[in-house]
């Protein structure tokens, strides 16, 4: 659960043409900086628009990732960077969102058992097989026509549907990357 500004609702952070931040909760300016901080110590904040009061937090939360991974201390491989852009205007970007927030969800629960355990690489494939079955799960629930139809060689009411099999096929290619991640990752963990 995310941490407040200890009135019950997330901390405001105002957002003014000239691009500085107003935090106010502290009654200061601060920097994209002070906003990482703030999300590694799971407080919840909500940045807006000074003149609009237009939400603008997941512009800025793009923002801070860009800056992260453009000083070189990049968390997000070029592969998925290049599929995450795939899936925009696609009819996976549908899904996608709370199939990512499930997995990093997970994720997240998961470190906490990555640093009791001696070796990580047995715990990160549980991992990738946790990820499999939400993601077949996740695919059940939001498209089960599709998800039977990838699962069916499009041999169902898919085939006849040109969005349904585009959605089958990218379906199929995520849970082939899924089960060649798992792959790399059982190799890994032989070889220690």
Known sequence: ????NGSGGPIIIKKYANRRLYDTSTSSYVTLDHLSDLVREGRDFEVRDAKTGDDLTRQVLTQIIFEQET???GALPLNFLRQLIGFYGGGAQTFL???LDMSMNSFSDSQ???????NPM???EAQA????VMFEQAMKMFVPTVFQASRNDRASPAAANPFLEYQAEAMA???EQMELIQKQLSEISRKD
């Not at 659960?1 to 407040?4: D, I, S």
């Not at 906490?112 to 001696?118: G, S």
């Not at 097989?129 to 499999?132: C, E, L, T, V």
């Open 112 to 118: 906490k058992e990555w640093r009791k355990v001696a």
């Open 1 to 4: 659960m995310a941490k407040t």
């Open 97 to 99: 969102p709370a199939f």
């Open 129 to 132: 097989q946790r990820n499999m």
């Open 173 to 175: 290619a995520m849970q």
């Open 71 to 73: 000083k070189g201390q």
């Open 122 to 124: 047995n715990l990160l």
